[in-house]
């Protein structure tokens, strides 16, 4: 019977105990865990507190973990709008354990690896590691510029390119590019992609450049590494944990993470990465519950002294007719109030006064106190129709929400 916490990986009993050790071994969080007297079962982690970002990163600076066999590499994300979040892994990046369940690539494979590459970003030397099992051909593209795509896709249509991956917000305005000059892809069979949802835009113009592609994607983060997999008969928002992840949903929908890998260097005991799920029946018929993921929880800020649901206001926003992306940056000034600035890149086929009608939508919402506040001062609000939302130059990787501070 599937109880709360449940896996059926081997050791898994003794793997969170050995982590539970290790963190009761940290001076700063041994208090935390001091109640905790034995983990005879997995259903005893209900009696063990959750884990956050700060958390984590408190327990990694005193381990320092060290790999059994290979290097141990160090990787962080995040940033952007808070402190990165670390994540320690040995060579090989845990990625046997993905191949077993996930096989979009094989030896025939020309594979296009677009993530960022450089710093501590890890996906691009994470899909490396994929592709290195597949006995794929590689190409490693990193980051590129808009000035050099059209060269790019003109070299992936001679070479018969059949895979591509990056995060959405990467892939987006590639293939978008790709339509606009009428150029056809025809060998492209799967598109990869890791660290952000997907992007429905993406379902609009693969049809038109790559009949034959379908999305495969990744669900995860650094801390966690790569928790569930997803594949073109699944969902979008729908994944398939791995045998080394105990998956749990508590109170509010969050989802918490416990660490099932013997030899895993992230000490990850009920881990909370803000996300929000639920167990659902996929739609691609593997049996067994799988995880949907319902968006962040933690997406709200303060306001001009209210709470703004970022994730609220640009569903809001999605919903304007002609918003093809949109983002939501919030400037604080010394001298005077916050103000909020929504950008929208706008869909093919958007039709003239793309702004108005997002601010109109927005004010006329039913989203609470930000819109009230909006009313008070009407400059409080600026939606701007751009090319390009902000974007980490190094990964290309889009927040939803930038916060600023002006001097």
């Known amino acids: 019977m599937t109880t709360e916490f449940f896996s059926a990986a081997p050791l898994a009993v003794a793997t ?19 109640d905790i007297v034995a983990l005879d079962s997995l ?5 063990v507190p959750v884990m956050r970002k700060d958390d984590l990163n408190v327990a990694l600076e005193h381990l320092k973990p060290k790999a059994q066999h290979g290097a141990t590499w160090t990787f962080q994300s995040g940033g952007s709008t808070g402190s990165p979040k670390l994540g320690y892994a040995p060579t090989g990046l845990y990625m046997a354990e993905v191949y077993e369940q996930w096989k979009p690539l094989g030896p025939d494979d020309l594979f296009v690896n677009a993530w960022g590459a450089g710093k501590l970003w890890g996906a691009h030397y994470l899909m490396g590691a994929y592709a290195d099992l597949t006995g794929c051909t590689g190409i490693g ?9 059209d060269a790019w896709l003109e070299f992936f249509a001679d070479r018969g390119v059949t895979s591509i991956g990056g995060t959405p ?14 150029l056809k892809l025809p060998d492209l069979r799967s598109v990869l992609w890791l660290g952000e949802a997907w992007n429905p835009g993406l379902d609009e113009d693969l049809p038109a450049v790559a009949p034959r592609a379908r999305r495969w994607g990744l669900f995860g983060s650094t801390e966690t590494w790569v928790a569930g997999t997803n594949t073109p008969q699944c969902a979008d928002d729908t994944w398939h944990p791995l045998p080394s992840q105990l998956v749990h949903i508590g109170a509010d929908q969050l989802i918490d993470f416990t660490s099932l890998k ?8 009920r881990y909370q990465t803000g996300d929000a799920g639920e167990w659902v029946t996929c739609t691609c ?8 993921v319902l968006g962040r929880r933690d997406g709200e800020v303060k306001f001009r002294g209210l709470l703004l649901n970022a994730d609220a206001l640009l569903r809001e926003v999605a919903g304007v007719p002609g918003v093809s992306q949109s983002q939501l940056v919030l400037t604080e000034y010394p001298a005077r109030g916050s103000t909020c600035e929504v950008l929208v890149v706008p869909a093919r086929d958007a039709a003239d006064g793309l702004a108005a009608r997002v601010r109109d939508r927005i004010l006329g919402s039913a989203f609470g106190g930000p819109s009230s506040a909006f009313h ?25 929400l930038v916060q600023r501070r002006a001097t």
């Open 169 to 182: 917000s990467v892939l987006r305005p590639i293939i978008g590019r790709a339509r606009e000059l009428g």
């Open 285 to 292: 018929g593997v049996p067994g519950r799988a995880l949907r």
């Open 376 to 400: 008070r001062d009407p400059e409080a609000l600026e939606v701007r129709v751009t090319d390009a939302l902000i974007h980490n130059e190094r990964t290309g990787k889009v927040s939803p």
């Open 262 to 269: 013997p030899h895993g260097l992230n000490p990850v005991l």
């Open 141 to 149: 593209l990193g980051a590129i510029n808009r000035g050099e795509y």
């Open 16 to 34: 969170v105990a050995d982590t539970l050790a290790k963190l009761r071994s940290v001076p700063a969080l041994a208090d935390r865990y001091a």
């Open 43 to 47: 259903e005893d982690l209900v009696h």
